[in-house]
């Protein structure tokens, strides 16, 4: 039987609230977005958490294993190094896809700055089948993978969440990160009962639990991670905890961070609720004294080592939240990381990283996968037509809302932008973001839209003169990536002439 890793109550660590959470009591644990942590230069805050015991465990934004390639190895092999430097028991990721396009459908690849979902067809469950065992065999610890919100559904859908998720364990042996904010916008967006989820996916394989907030607008469900925790997220939360007593269970908060009392009001509450339902169900007594985050119990970091089914980038902002989550930088995984791999693999799981040649029904699937998401992510980010089957005023909330989270992410990354442009700032992106989808991630976008904003020809000015120096200073000596000669010049010209 699978042995799982206990954590305890824990909060997301985000460079904002460090020195908070250092301070928070009954903190077992943390969790980091994978792509804010550099091997070499562990943040001093994480370094002093794990001296004193708390386990740090990193969630990463950007592999996109939903999607029809197989996982990129440098972001597997950045992953990887980022668990061992933090001594992690485990890593975490999503069932999501966060690009499209390329060699598979002959397109342009684009990228979406935002985790969307796939469909829960039988061709999506195969290629993400191979996908997690692939993840599986690259990494050193066990591989959790989560549910995520939604604003829109496939059409043609084969299976429940519930269904796709007991079917993907049973596959691959994966464990699950459930997220029980994001049942609950599944239900305000997508119509889908959380109790019947919970009925069908296989509580046993719960690595851990993330726990959000969010807010409604105009019968919207917004997965923010910068709002308290609503009373429907909690009520879900008990019904898990009634089934099993999960071995963690983490609170996220991403964004409009409030002052640390707030956040240990919210904790007590989710230990409430944890401790209601065990007491309810019989829990055992270690159990709930774990769950409540008891300094008597601590975090048992042990990993079972059973048969080897378990085993196993972002904005660099600190703002890479899970379901409304930023996809990272788009280059995911440092350039000179090392090719090891973990030894901890399935047994039965595919053998490379991205390397394998699919076999034909594989790469059937891929394919169709692959002009599905491509249509869907470009109706989305390019203005090209709504793929048949989707709600058109839904795909447009969505489509306003990658926009959003991309002028967001953009001024966090370069916050100099927003500093020169003032009040000009968010409207001239979200007009740049309706004829430019982002093709190289969130700090290659900056400078795609500065060199716009230059090439369209702004006013000299003292504006236009800082701005020619932020762009000039970070394009570098090399040409950018992607542009021709001629447009390169063009640029550069006018930087010049403008001086």
């Given at each position: 039987?699978?042995?799982?890793?206990?954590?305890?109550?824990?909060?997301?660590?985000?460079?904002?609230?460090?020195?908070?959470?250092?301070?928070?009591?009954?903190?077992?644990?943390?969790?980091?977005?994978?792509?804010?942590?550099?091997?070499?230069?562990?943040?001093?805050?994480?370094?002093?958490?794990?001296?004193?015991?708390?386990?740090?465990?990193?969630?990463?934004?950007?592999?996109?294993?939903?999607?029809?390639?197989?996982?990129?190895?440098?972001?597997?092999?950045?992953?990887?190094?980022?668990?061992?430097?933090?001594?992690?028991?485990?890593?975490?990721?999503?069932?999501?896809?966060?690009?499209?396009?390329?060699?598979?459908?002959?397109?342009?690849?684009?990228?979406?700055?935002?985790?969307?979902?796939?469909?829960?067809?039988?061709?999506?469950?195969?290629?993400?089948?191979?996908?997690?065992?692939?993840?599986?065999?690259?990494?050193?610890?066990?591989?959790?993978?989560?549910?995520?919100?939604?604003?829109?559904?496939?059409?043609?859908?084969?299976?429940?969440?519930?269904?796709?998720?007991?079917?993907?364990?049973?596959?691959?042996?994966?464990?699950?990160?459930?997220?029980?904010?994001?049942?609950?916008?599944?239900?305000?967006?997508?119509?889908?009962?959380?109790?019947?989820?919970?009925?069908?996916?296989?509580?046993?394989?719960?690595?851990?639990?993330?726990?959000?907030?969010?807010?409604?607008?105009?019968?919207?469900?917004?997965?923010?991670?910068?709002?308290?925790?609503?009373?429907?997220?909690?009520?879900?939360?008990?019904?898990?905890?009634?089934?099993?007593?999960?071995?963690?269970?983490?609170?996220?908060?991403?964004?409009?961070?409030?002052?640390?009392?707030?956040?240990?009001?919210?904790?007590?509450?989710?230990?409430?609720?944890?401790?209601?339902?065990?007491?309810?169900?019989?829990?055992?007594?270690?159990?709930?004294?774990?769950?409540?985050?008891?300094?008597?119990?601590?975090?048992?970091?042990?990993?079972?080592?059973?048969?080897?089914?378990?085993?196993?980038?972002?904005?660099?902002?600190?703002?890479?939240?899970?379901?409304?989550?930023?996809?990272?930088?788009?280059?995911?995984?440092?350039?000179?990381?090392?090719?090891?791999?973990?030894?901890?693999?399935?047994?039965?799981?595919?053998?490379?990283?991205?390397s394998r040649t699919d076999t034909g029904a594989e790469g059937a699937a891929r394919q169709r996968l692959a002009l599905a998401q491509a249509a869907?992510?470009?109706?989305?980010?390019?203005?090209?037509?709504?793929?048949?089957?989707?709600?058109?005023?839904?795909?447009?909330?969505?489509?306003?809302?990658?926009?959003?989270?991309?002028?967001?992410?953009?001024?966090?990354?370069?916050?100099?932008?927003?500093?020169?442009?003032?009040?000009?700032?968010?409207?001239?992106?979200?007009?740049?973001?309706?004829?430019?989808?982002?093709?190289?991630?969130?700090?290659?976008?900056?400078?795609?839209?500065?060199?716009?904003?230059?090439?369209?020809?702004?006013?000299?000015?003292?504006?236009?003169?800082?701005?020619?120096?932020?762009?000039?200073?970070?394009?570098?000596?090399?040409?950018?990536?992607?542009?021709?000669?001629?447009?390169?010049?063009?640029?550069?010209?006018?930087?010049?002439?403008?001086?």
């Amino acid at each position: 039987m699978r042995q799982q890793t206990r954590l305890g109550t824990g909060i997301g660590w985000r460079p904002e609230i460090a020195e908070a959470v250092e301070r928070m009591p009954g903190i077992d644990w943390v969790e980091a977005v994978a792509e804010n942590v550099c091997p070499g230069h562990v943040p001093e805050s994480l370094l002093r958490l794990r001296e004193r015991g708390v386990t740090v465990v990193p969630h990463g934004v950007s592999l996109g294993l939903g999607g029809a390639d197989r996982p990129d190895e440098s972001r597997l092999v950045a992953l990887a190094e980022r668990a061992e430097a933090l001594g992690s028991p485990l890593v975490t990721e999503h069932i999501a896809f966060v690009r499209a396009g390329g060699p598979l459908t002959a397109s342009p690849l684009l990228e979406a700055g935002h985790l969307l979902p796939v469909p829960r067809t039988r061709d999506a469950l195969d290629v993400l089948c191979a996908n997690v065992r692939a993840a599986q065999a690259a990494l050193p610890v066990p591989l959790a993978v989560e549910n995520i919100a939604a604003l829109i559904s496939w059409p043609g859908e084969e299976m429940t969440e519930g269904q796709f998720l007991y079917d993907l364990v049973d596959r691959t042996g994966v464990r699950l990160l459930i997220d029980v904010a994001n049942l609950h916008t599944n239900h305000v967006n997508r119509g889908e009962d959380p109790a019947k989820a919970l009925d069908e996916l296989p509580v046993e394989a719960i690595a851990y639990v993330h726990v959000a907030g969010g807010f409604e607008r105009d019968g919207v469900w917004h997965d923010s991670h910068a709002h308290p925790v609503p009373r429907p997220v909690l009520d879900i939360l008990a019904d898990l905890a009634s089934r099993v007593s999960p071995p963690g269970v983490l609170l996220e908060r991403d964004e409009n961070f409030p002052e640390p009392a707030e956040l240990e009001r919210e904790l007590t509450a989710i230990r409430r609720t944890l401790e209601s339902a065990g007491a309810a169900t019989g829990a055992t007594e270690r159990g709930t004294a774990v769950l409540a985050g008891s300094s008597e119990a601590g975090p048992d970091t042990s990993v079972g080592t059973d048969s080897g089914t378990d085993s196993g980038t972002d904005t660099g902002t600190g703002s890479g939240a899970d379901s409304d989550a930023d996809t990272g930088t788009g280059s995911g995984a440092d350039s000179d990381a090392d090719s090891g791999t973990g030894s901890g693999a399935d047994s039965d799981a595919d053998s490379g990283t991205g390397s394998r040649t699919d076999t034909g029904a594989e790469g059937a699937a891929r394919q169709r996968l692959a002009l599905a998401q491509a249509a869907l992510l470009s109706a989305l980010v390019a203005g090209t037509p709504v793929p048949e089957g989707f709600d058109r005023v839904r795909l447009g909330v969505q489509a306003r809302a990658l926009a959003a989270k991309r002028a967001d992410v953009v001024s966090k990354v370069a916050p100099e932008l927003p500093e020169i442009l003032a009040d000009g700032y968010r409207p001239a992106f979200l007009a740049y973001a309706q004829r430019h989808p982002m093709t190289g991630g969130y700090r290659r976008d900056a400078l795609d839209f500065a060199e716009h904003l230059l090439l369209a020809g702004l006013p000299e000015g003292a504006e236009t003169r800082r701005l020619r120096d932020w762009w000039l200073e970070r394009s570098g000596p090399a040409p950018l990536s992607g542009r021709s000669v001629a447009r390169l010049a063009r640029a550069t010209r006018r930087a010049l002439l403008g001086r």
